[in-house]
């Protein structure tokens, strides 16, 4: 049973004492409407002055803002449609927090533009490659291998927080409260599918997972080496050779961000895949921890 708690009674955001990991459970979605201000103080090579890392975080974020909205309305559509009540609130809570990401995206992407990023430029293939789905179900499941993604990121990030060693803090709230959300909402986009491909056999539906998730990655990834190699332009880093054997080392081998996700990544192509399979409550837990620790010091509450 999943809880969807979004009054001050619980969080709302309310600060540490509501805060507290033992006033939930572990798959209870909590949307936190927290500002971190990055808009407000824009910060080049945020990531301990490093371009690669500070380029592998802010690539991620120019998906955001408009791949959380086709999130969103790829839920919603089956929201009324499947007639259960307790799927419809799950999605309401998945959708809260969507829409408070894409907000804090949002101002993050604006604050990338005032560093001379040219991120309408970095923005545009990202609504392209989502245009080009059509169908309900086809937006469904690509929304589930995203998902898949975000969850399998947002993993690694919660486990490594010492990834972050280095980071200036409101970047790294940003990317630890959103790491916790993705963890806690994961299950969401599989559990519509499930529902409303009730009708075919098990085999079909994997298909179409499988298909999506391929569909997905690829596009992604060509969009996403083509936005580094505009993003090193722009700080006066030529992106030849002696940057993209750094960008590998970087995503593969310290600090790893990628080698860490791809066993992760790839348990989705398991027949049996199911995100609530693996217990994530310890991690959920020490998410929950870590955000009621660090936002109250910040004074970043909403
Ligand atoms: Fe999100
Ligand atoms: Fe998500």
Same mark, same amino acid.
């Given at each position: 049973?999943?809880?969807?708690?979004?009054?001050?009674?619980?969080?709302?955001?309310?600060?540490? !004492?509501?805060?507290?990991?033992?006033?939930?459970?572990a798959?209870?979605?909590?949307p936190?409407?927290?500002?971190?201000?990055?808009?407000?103080?824009?910060?080049?090579?945020?990531?301990?002055?490093?371009?690669?890392?500070?380029?592998?975080?802010?690539?991620?974020?120019?998906?955001? %803002?408009?791949?959380?909205?086709?999130?969103?309305?790829? #839920?919603?559509?089956?929201?009324? &449609?499947?007639?259960?009540?307790?799927?419809?609130?799950?999605?309401?809570?998945?959708?809260?927090?969507?829409?408070?990401?894409?907000?804090?995206?949002?101002d993050?992407?604006?604050?990338?533009?005032? #560093?001379?990023?040219?991120?309408?430029?970095?923005?545009? +293939?990202?609504?392209?490659? =989502?245009?080009?789905?059509?169908?309900?179900? &086809?937006?469904?499941?690509v929304?589930?291998?995203?998902?898949?993604?975000?969850?399998?990121?947002?993993?690694?990030? #919660?486990?490594?927080?010492?990834?972050?060693?280095?980071? !200036?803090?409101?970047?790294?709230?940003?990317?630890?409260?959103?790491?916790?959300?993705?963890?806690?909402?994961?299950?969401?986009?599989?559990?519509?599918?499930?529902?409303?491909?009730?009708?075919?056999?098990?085999?079909?539906?994997?298909?179409?997972?499988?298909?999506?998730?391929?569909?997905?990655?690829?596009?992604?990834?060509?969009?996403?080496?083509?936005?580094?190699?505009?993003?090193?332009?722009?700080?006066?880093?030529?992106?030849?050779?002696?940057?993209?054997?750094?960008?590998?080392?970087?995503?593969?081998?310290? +600090?790893?961000?990628?080698?860490?996700?791809? +066993?992760?990544? =790839?348990?989705?192509?398991?027949?049996?895949?199911? %995100?609530?399979?693996?217990?994530?409550?310890?991690?959920?837990m020490?998410?929950?921890?870590?955000?009621?620790?660090?936002?109250?010091?910040a004074?970043?509450?909403?």
């Amino acid at each position: 049973m999943v809880t969807i708690v979004t009054d001050g009674a619980g969080y709302g955001w309310k600060g540490k !004492e509501g805060a507290t990991a033992d006033h939930h459970g572990a798959d209870d979605i909590i949307p936190r409407d927290i500002r971190f201000g990055i808009v407000d103080k824009p910060t080049r090579h945020w990531f301990a002055g490093d371009i690669v890392k500070t380029a592998l975080a802010d690539g991620l974020s120019i998906f955001l %803002p408009e791949g959380e909205r086709f999130f969103i309305r790829s #839920l919603k559509h089956y929201a009324t &449609q499947l007639d259960d009540r307790e799927l419809a609130e799950e999605i309401n809570g998945y959708a809260v927090q969507e829409a408070y990401h894409t907000r804090e995206h949002e101002d993050y992407n604006r604050a990338m533009a005032a #560093l001379g990023y040219d991120v309408k430029a970095m923005e545009g +293939p990202v609504a392209s490659a =989502l245009g080009l789905t059509k169908k309900p179900l &086809q937006r469904l499941a690509v929304t589930c291998a995203i998902e898949h993604l975000t969850a399998t990121l947002s993993t690694v990030t #919660l486990r490594h927080p010492e990834m972050f060693d280095g980071a !200036e803090p409101h970047y790294r709230r940003l990317w630890m409260w959103h790491a916790l959300e993705e963890i806690e909402h994961k299950a969401v986009a599989l559990d519509v599918l499930k529902k409303a491909t009730a009708n075919m056999s098990g085999w079909q539906r994997y298909l179409l997972r499988v298909i999506a998730m391929n569909a997905t990655i690829v596009p992604f990834l060509l969009i996403f080496l083509r936005n580094t190699h505009l993003y090193a332009k722009t700080d006066g880093v030529k992106p030849g050779f002696r940057f993209w054997m750094r960008f590998l080392w970087v995503v593969f081998v310290s +600090p790893g961000f990628w080698r860490r996700c791809i +066993p992760l990544l =790839l348990r989705y192509y398991l027949p049996g895949f199911d %995100p609530r399979n693996s217990d994530d409550a310890a991690l959920v837990m020490k998410g929950r921890e870590w955000i009621a620790r660090e936002m109250p010091a910040a004074g970043a509450t909403a």
